[in-house]
T-cell receptor, first 113, second 114 residues
Framework: AQTVTQSQPEMSVQEAETVTLSCTYDTSESDYYLFWYKQPPSRQMILVIRQEAYKQQNATENRFSVNFQKAAKSFSLKISDSQLGDAAMYFCAYRNAGNMLTFGGGTRLMVKP | EPEVTQTPSHQVTQMGQEVILRCVPISNHLYFYWYRQILGQKVEFLVSFYNNEISEKSEIFDDQFSVERPDGSNFTLKIRSTKLEDSAMYFC????????????FGPGTRLTVL
């Protein structure tokens, strides 16, 4: 079974600074997808960024980028120029070719003005 | 922008009662999912549904749970006889395709079993 681990229950960053959220996963499969979801206090989860395992290039979406290390099974999220609106729970998730998303335990990100 | 909706936002029920949680997925999506999140814990997969059939389910999804797409727009999760440990946030999600497609999540229904 796949597992996803987020080792940082809470992180704090100063507004305009950069923060990196860690995620590791365990799988025996070679073809899979990785996601970062953001869950603001309103509770609706929103996709931040996605990475296909077969792509070596790290995904980037504006201020959000990932460091995907397939051999190490690591998938960290970097948020640049942090904004107050970035404050939320962040979930790392794994999905194989099927349907099921497996989530990590989440990291609560606080942004200080 | 189309979104997944869920009703009710909060449901309180007595232990042993049946509850039905409702979801309206995005209209051109074909794959539907239920997840739950017990307070302070991980989001956990319950079930996926495609072409009017369950395509995958987790160990949590036992005989007390069932899903249905009764009318082509709603997607429901029924818990037949609720237990205290069923108290959680229940999220519905939908996607057009499998694999790397984004799963769009609804806002959730908070179920409280007393």
């Amino acid at each position: 079974a796949q597992t996803v681990t987020q080792s940082q229950p809470e992180m704090s960053v100063q507004e305009a600074e950069t923060v990196t959220l860690s995620c590791t996963y365990d799988t025996s499969e070679s073809d899979y997808y990785l996601f970062w979801y953001k869950q603001p206090p309103s509770r609706q989860m929103i996709l931040v960024i996605r990475q296909e395992a077969y792509k070596q290039q790290n995904a980037t979406e504006n201020r959000f980028s990932v460091n995907f290390q397939k051999a190490a099974k690591s998938f960290s999220l970097k948020i640049s120029d942090s904004q107050l609106g970035d404050a939320a729970m962040y979930f790392c998730a794994y999905r194989n070719a099927g349907n099921m998303l497996t989530f990590g335990g989440g990291t609560r990100l606080m942004v200080k003005p | 922008e189309p979104e997944v909706t869920q009703t009710p936002s909060h449901q309180v029920t007595q232990m042993g009662q049946e509850v039905i949680l409702r979801c309206v997925p995005i209209s051109n999506h074909l794959y539907f999912y239920w997840y739950r999140q017990i307070l302070g814990q991980k989001v956990e997969f319950l079930v996926s549904f495609y072409n009017n059939e369950i395509s995958e389910k987790s160990e949590i999804f036992d005989d007390q749970f069932s899903v249905e797409r009764p009318d082509g727009s709603n997607f429901t999760l029924k818990i037949r006889s609720t237990k205290l440990e069923d108290s959680a946030m229940y999220f519905c999600a939908s996607t057009k395709r499998q694999g790397g497609d984004e799963q769009f999540f609804g806002p959730g229904t908070r179920l409280t079993v007393l």
